[in-house]
Structures are given as C-alpha cells and as structure tokens.
C-alpha cells in the first residue's frame, strides 16, 4: 500500500520541527507580519503573492490527497460491521492481526494463511497504481471469498486508523504496506517518503497510543545492507550505506522502529525479505516481467556490472516468508507500554527471511526457459546508476534459531509453481492478459 506525493503525516512533522528550528519560524512570523508587508513596494508584494499562488498550485495538484477513510463509507454501520466479522477469530485462532498492505503480494497471502489458522484478520490498502490495480482488487477478490475484510484507505490518515483500532482489539499489526520499487524512487522520491516514512510513523502513533499497545512486525528489506562487500549478509552487519532511497527508507524504518521501541514500549520485529517471488507476484519485478517478455517474443534486458560479472540474488519463494512471517507473528511478545508510556524493556528483533542459495540472473533466465518451453532473447547491458546492488545473499542463522525457519523450495520448483499460475491467470486474449497490455515496469 503506497501513496503518491510528498505530505507527511502530523507527527513526522513535529519529529522534523524539534530540532531547534524555532528561530527560523519566529523570522518567517515577522516576515509575514503586517509591518513588514506595510514596507514593501507595490512590485515586492506582487512578487510575494505570486510566489505564494505557485507554491498552493504545487500542493493543490501535486501533493497526494490523503482523503479521509471516514469520508468514503468507512463511518457506517456496514462498514463498521465488516471490519468487526472478518477480526472475529475462528477456531484454533489465537491472534486479532491487523494487515497493512494487504492486497499486494506478500500481504494478501499471509492474510490468508492467517485466517486459515483461524485467526482474526482485517486488511488494509489504498490500492495505489503503481503497478496495474486489476491485479490487487483480484488478489482482495481472493481474501473476500476467505471471509476477510479489506478497509481501503491511506496508511497517512489517522481517522481511518483510528477508526479501526476502536472497533477491534489487534493483537498485533503486520506492516506489509510500502512503496515499493528501487528505480521508481529516482523518479518519485517523495512517494518513498510519504509512504515508507510519513505512513509508518503514523501507524507507529496510533500503536503506541493504543491500550493495551500491539506487537508490531513489519517488512524491512535486504536492500539496507546496500554496498556492503560481505557475504552472506548477517543482521548484525552495518547498514549506514544505503544504495538506493528505497533502501534509505527502509533504513529509516528500522531506525524508527527502535526509538519506539526504546521510548514507548512497542513489541516490534523487523523482516529483512530477500527477493521475493511467486504466484500473484508483482509485475515490476524481474521475474514477472522476463516471464511476460518471453512469452511475448520481447527482448529481456539482463544487467551486468561494470566488469562483466553478473548480478545474483537470494530468491526466496513466497510460501517461505510467508511461514517467517507467521512464525514472528507468533512469537512476539506483547508490547510493555501503556498510556504512551514504557513500562519495561520491550522485545526489540530483526531477521533475515531469504533462501541462502544466490543464482546468477543468467542461471534464472535459462530455468525459466525451462518452464516457459521458449528461448530467450536476451539483451545484455551495463546495470544503471538507480540504485541496484550486484548480489544478495542471506544469512538465517538467527530466524532459524529464533523462529524456525526453514527455506523449503528452490528456484526450479518456486519457478515452475509461478510459471503455471502466470499461464492460468494471463491467458492470452483473456482479460486479464488485456488489462496488462501497455504497462511497462520502471
């Protein structure tokens, strides 16, 4: 779940302002005080109004319009109904999870897997058009049959969350919203930040603000380990050098993450996920759109470093993070504020959820060669300047220990499952495979 734009949420906003910067307010106050506009000439004044009208302009037609869930139904009793059903637990359930971001990839299937364990599920998404909306309101279309309840809403707007935290009591919170993408953020940096930023503060007050306070796990990303050289990455390795601003956000959110844990109290546990893919994946990802283009006839374009060397990664089949997500889930402990106040130590933890076998982009194509029955035509060319890093490769000693983690599927398997749900679901003609026509990842 993402927004595009640049307004932060109130509280990112008073974080920013306590930095001491009250002596730049008191001048812009005598700057627009009237004495001072009384000293101008007639062409300062025009000037100063005309600046003043383009900057409205930009925040009127540029900035995201963060509306109101409450505005759009989520006040009536139907509304109110449905959110209060789908958190009911069945048997066998033991938590009340609240899902952001649950209509996109990994989020729509960890709401199901929970709900099939009978737990308690509400989602919520704002389903952004980043990439094709079809293929998030089929994948909510999914987890509507399955008896949960999708809230559509911006993860900034504190009315709808607190809206939802008031009708139900959330053991926990899965944070699974973001934007996601590491060379759109060259593009539209201040989406990263209104989204990655902006909306995780804001869910961060509201749970820090809730009595009793839940459990937080939310998605980081093996992008934060960024230009570091060691193998495999551990989470005890550095991550001050970001490559790319979608990992400087997630960084951001593994910052922030602590400092509510260390001040408020909040139980929070931080996934670092290693390229994820499978059925119902994302279509700007590598994986879906070389599968797309080779069923196509189209080129693909394979990346290589500045001196030849191929890129690798840790691809790690969805039903895997899927289980590390639940096992986090399952193993948090509660969170020890209340009031906004900490009470005592809280459990602070970061994973990595990859599968510790990295494969050479190459290696990936040819397998899926295999599947697809269809040679590649592959395009070779420098890896640009967006933020991409040559490999990946996770260390999971600390989730295995931890949490049972336990990477089952490799590439081949993962690959032939997505293989034959992309022929199912994209049928050539069918109007799923129409409503993909045109779009291009970044």
């Known amino acids: 779940m993402t927004s595009k734009g640049s307004a932060l949420p109130v509280q990112l906003v008073k974080l920013l302002e306590a930095d001491g910067s009250h002596k730049v307010r008191a001048n812009s106050y005598y700057f627009f005080s009237r004495a001072a506009v009384r000293h101008m000439n007639w062409l300062k004044t025009l000037c100063l109004f005309s600046f003043l009208f383009i900057i409205a302009w930009g925040f009127l037609f540029q900035a995201p319009a963060v509306n109101s869930g409450l505005h759009?139904?989520?006040?009536?009793?139907?509304?109110?109904?449905?959110?209060?059903?789908?958190?009911?637990?069945?048997?066998?359930?033991?938590?009340?999870?609240?899902?952001?971001?649950?209509?996109?990839?990994?989020?729509?299937?960890?709401?199901?897997?929970?709900?099939?364990?009978?737990?308690?599920?509400?989602?919520?998404?704002?389903?952004?058009?980043?990439?094709?909306v079809a293929l998030k309101r089929a994948r909510a279309s999914n987890l509507q049959k399955a008896g949960i309840f999708i809230a559509e809403g911006d993860l900034n707007d504190q009315q709808i969350l607190a809206k939802l935290f008031s009708l139900v009591y959330f053991t926990h919170v899965l944070h699974l919203a973001a934007q996601a993408g590491v060379r759109y953020a060259v593009k539209n940096p201040l989406a990263y930040v209104h989204s990655n930023v902006g909306g995780f503060v804001t869910l961060l007050e509201q749970c820090k603000n809730t009595n009793p306070q839940p459990a937080v796990v939310y998605a980081s990303s093996s992008s934060v380990y960024g230009l570091n050289s060691k193998v495999p990455f551990s989470e005890d390795d550095r991550?001050?050098?970001p490559a790319s601003l979608y990992a400087a956000t997630k960084k951001a959110d593994e910052v922030l993450a602590h400092t509510y844990n260390h001040i408020y109290g909040l139980s929070i546990t931080a996934l670092r996920f290693f390229t994820v893919y499978g059925p119902w994946g994302r279509p700007d990802m590598a994986y879906f759109s070389f599968t797309r283009n080779i069923m196509e006839g189209q080129p693909i374009k394979i990346f290589q470093g500045p001196h030849g060397e191929e890129l690798a990664r840790d691809f790690t089949f969805i039903d895997d993070?899927?289980?590390?997500?639940?096992?986090?889930?399952?193993?948090?402990?509660?969170?020890?504020?209340?009031?906004?106040?900490?009470?005592?130590?809280?459990?602070?933890?970061?994973?990595?959820?990859?599968?510790?076998?990295?494969?050479?982009?190459?290696?990936?194509?040819?397998?899926?060669e295999k599947h697809l029955k269809k040679k590649a035509i592959r395009h070779i060319i420098p890896m640009p300047s967006t933020g991409d890093v040559m490999f990946t490769h996770a260390n999971v000693t600390k989730a295995k220990v931890s949490l049972g983690y336990?990477?089952?599927?490799?590439?081949?398997?993962?690959?032939?499952?997505?293989?034959?749900?992309?022929?199912?679901?994209?049928k050539p003609g069918g109007d799923h495979e129409k409503m993909l026509r045109g779009y291009k990842p970044y």
């Open 321 to 368: 993070v899927v289980k590390g997500c639940i096992a986090s889930l399952e193993t948090a402990l509660p969170s020890t504020g209340r009031g906004g106040k900490k009470r005592r130590k809280a459990q602070f933890r970061i994973f990595n959820l990859g599968n510790t076998q990295p494969v050479k982009v190459g290696d990936f194509v040819s397998i899926l």
């Open 72 to 132: 759009l139904g989520c006040s009536s009793a139907a509304w109110e109904k449905a959110v209060i059903e789908s958190a009911q637990r069945q048997k066998g359930g033991k938590l009340t999870v609240l899902v952001t971001g649950a209509a996109g990839f990994v989020g729509s299937h960890v709401a199901l897997a929970l709900k099939n364990l009978g737990d308690g599920v509400v989602g919520l998404d704002n389903f952004n058009d980043y990439y094709p």
């Open 239 to 241: 991550t001050d050098h």
């Open 406 to 426: 336990n990477p089952m599927t490799d590439l081949d398997t993962g690959l032939r499952l997505f293989v034959k749900w992309y022929k199912s679901y994209y």
